[in-house]
Every structure is written in structure tokens, then in C-alpha cells.
């Protein structure tokens, strides 16, 4: 009595059950590609994915403080944490998002 079914038959299921997951999983080199980031596209990163773009939402979320006294201190903490360079950078880049709003 055969428990398990004709080899041919089983390779027919293999078979399908590959196509339908294929189906299902989307290729790992289209995965890759949904990546837009500086260093998977060095040609054409994507505008959100730039590190101009983390600096300035960075930049925003600092300009977005209540206080003066808290943007300081925000800075302040950043310079702390991530050096004078780090520092300077962000005032750069809070100047400009105050610039852009004034216009
Ligand atoms: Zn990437």
C-alpha cells in the first residue's frame, strides 16, 4: 500500500508550492533596490535618505523647541555628546531652517 505519493507526483507539489512562495517572497535583488540610501545608490540616493536630510530633520525637530533657552540646551547637549564639529554643524543647519521660515 502506498503511504506516500509517486515521486513524480511529489516533485509536481515541490514544484508548485516553490512557484507560489516565489510568488509571494519578492526577489531579494528587488529588495536591495527599495533601498535609497547613500550608500546602496552612491549615484542617486533618495532626498529622504541623505544625511543633509537627517540633519535637517534633526534641525527641525530642535527649531521646533519652546524656548530659547531649550534650543540651547538642546545643542548644547548635542555638542556634549557628538563633539564641536557635530555642534556647529546643527547651529549651520538650525540657521538655515530658520531662514527658510522666515521667507
Ligand atoms: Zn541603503
Known sequence: MPTAAAP???DAVEQRLRSVKGAREPARDDAAMTCHCEQCRPDDPGPTYTEA??????ARQVAALPTLQARRGALDR???KHGVDAKVELREALRRVWETRAT
Open 53 to 58: 536630510f537627517r540633519l535637517e530633520c534633526l
Open 78 to 80: 548635542w555638542g556634549a
Open 8 to 10: 513524480a507526483e511529489e
